[in-house]
């Protein structure tokens, strides 16, 4: 089993030694601390969220039920009711099965490193440093695209309620990208200044985030004109140019997309109270409350989406606007009900904000990132990584200037949350199997899945391949310089890039996750 390697004696500390022993049986201590000091970190931040608020917090941030309305049309041109029904229910079983094996490294390492530190500990030790690594970078790749892709539709949505009120309003690319600012600023807000009100806020979020889902079905239900029975269960509608089979798994994005982040409770663990057990329930309680809400609107759209020609064409740029003004039948309502989802889209960048800057902030106190020493600052009047937000939004803000150039280039980037993503989760998933099919000791945490862990860890694994793989695809053919998925280039240049980076300095620099210098000063004191 690898070990924690601390920075000033550059000894390795295993696992259930006996220093540790001594340390967890000492007096009276919680589980979080017993997690931490087997770890080797220094508590930094505070512990403020519970498990309510936390839920909040990661069911905000999948946003599934918002989500569908924005990222329906993949899915839609590519087999209709077939692909996103049925698509959506194997999406789900998937995300699922990854969100158990996840669930169980939580449990086994709560730490805002997630990945990349669940990685070092279930290597080889001859891989452990190189697998590590290569999971933090494309973690940090993931959680930075993610984070500027809410931004993104905040700002363009408020644009798309623009064209819809004025329709002598001719939109620009620059105007978009102010909006966004204007999203981007609002959450760097909640995420320093009212930071400690930010546990309450996700807790009142999770309130709205059911009261606006009923805001908008039953206005859709009882008002817009229903498409027939068949049209959504059975009417294959394949628009893509691709063949029937593989039109169903490029279609897949859509669903695959609706389940992304849930383990952003993971990079919060070091903010939460009882984490071991609360970071496995809170991703659970997620996966199930946004399905169900999340497959509800997808039935709702498929029934309500009205005339498919006019929906697909609207000047607007986002179909769901024209179906929401099908059905009031009025601007003033679908202005209403599109700014509920804009309202839910921008409290979901809070969070994303939140666990790209912690992800990051854990990466750079391990030594994984350049200027990591200032990076891994954490501001101690307000008790947050205050740096790694800083350069969170400034990446964030540098990203929106493509869109002024074009608006497919800066797509091509924030869908790159889910090669990102996925690549993280297959590294850290395929451990998790080797170490089962050797026979090796696994310290599991409170939660574990027995002797179902292996068959869920290979259902999961699959799964992930496959919503990787296929998120590459443009989502219609013949392909164009427009319409290229363009994030297998650009996913391709950051890790070929962080290759370089890893060649010429990052196998010197990084060692693994550190044990904190100041805790092992401490327990060399004791």
């Keep these: 089993m690898a070990g924690l390697k601390d920075e000033t004696s550059h000894e390795f500390v295993h696992e259930g030694s006996s220093s540790h022993k001594e340390e967890h049986g000492a007096s009276g201590l919680t589980r979080d601390e017993q997690d931490m000091i087997r770890m080797g970190k220094l508590q930094e931040t505070k512990r403020n969220f519970g498990l309510l608020p936390l839920l909040g917090f990661t069911t905000i941030m999948l946003n599934s039920w918002e989500s569908v309305f924005p990222f329906f049309l993949t899915g839609f041109i590519n087999g209709g009711g077939p692909t996103l029904i049925y698509g959506y229910i194997f999406c789900f079983v998937g995300s699922l099965a990854m969100c158990a094996s996840i669930s169980e490294m939580a449990s086994m390492y709560p730490t805002s490193g997630g990945q990349y530190h669940w990685a070092a500990l279930l290597a080889p030790p001859k891989w452990s440093k190189f697998l590590s690594w ?248 307000w008790s947050i990584p205050l740096y790694s937000i800083a350069l969170t939004a400034i990446i964030n803000s540098l990203l929106a200037l493509i869109n002024i150039g074009s608006s497919v280039a800066f797509n091509a980037i924030v869908s790159l949350l889910a090669a990102g993503l996925f690549s993280s989760y297959i590294v850290t998933i395929s451990l998790m199997i080797r170490k089962r099919v050797v026979g090796e000791h696994i310290p599991f945490g409170p939660w574990n899945m027995g002797k179902y862990g292996f068959a869920v860890n290979v259902y999961a694994l699959l799964y992930s391949i496959i919503a990787m793989v296929f998120s590459f695809f443009p989502p219609t053919t013949p392909v164009t310089a427009v319409s290229m998925n363009w994030s297998i280039v650009v996913y391709s240049g950051v890790v070929i890039f962080g290759l370089i980076f890893w060649v010429v300095r990052g196998r010197k620099q990084w060692q693994g996750p550190l044990m904190d210098r100041r805790f092992a000063q401490q327990s060399q004191a004791s």
């Excluded at 933090?136 to 993931?142: F, P």
Aim: some cysteine; aromatic content about 12%.
């Design 134 to 381: 290569l999971t933090g970078w494309v973690s940090v790749l993931g959680w930075q695209a993610g984070c500027a892709s809410g931004t993104y539709l905040g700002g363009t949505i408020i644009q798309g309620l623009l064209v819809l009120n004025n329709p002598s309003y001719i939109p620009q690319r620059w105007q978009g990208t102010l909006l966004l600012y204007a999203v981007l600023l609002v959450s760097v807000f909640v995420n320093t200044v009212a930071v400690r009100m930010l546990p309450a806020l996700e807790g009142v979020i999770l309130i709205l985030h059911v009261l606006g889902f009923l805001a908008i079905l039953i206005p859709l239900v009882h008002l817009a004109p229903q498409s027939p029975v068949e049209f959504v269960f059975q009417t294959w509608l394949n628009g893509s140019g691709y063949p029937d089979g593989l039109s169903w798994f490029v279609g897949l994005l859509t669903s695959s997309l609706l389940f992304i982040g849930f383990d952003g409770a993971c990079h919060m663990a070091e903010e939460v109270k009882n984490a071991s057990i609360n970071v496995p329930r809170s991703m659970f309680f997620t996966i199930f409350l946004n399905g169900a809400l999340g497959f509800s609107m997808i039935l709702v759209i498929l029934f309500c989406i009205g005339d498919v020609d006019t929906a697909l064409s609207t000047p607007t740029g986002y179909p769901f606007i024209e179906i929401f003004r099908n059905a009031t039948q009025s601007k003033a309502g679908a202005t209403a009900m599109a700014s509920i989802l804009i309202a839910m889209i921008i409290f979901a960048t809070f969070g994303f904000l939140a666990s790209a800057s912690r992800q990051m902030w854990a990466f750079a106190r391990d030594q994984g990132l350049p200027f990591s020493s200032i990076i891994s600052k954490v501001d101690r009047r």
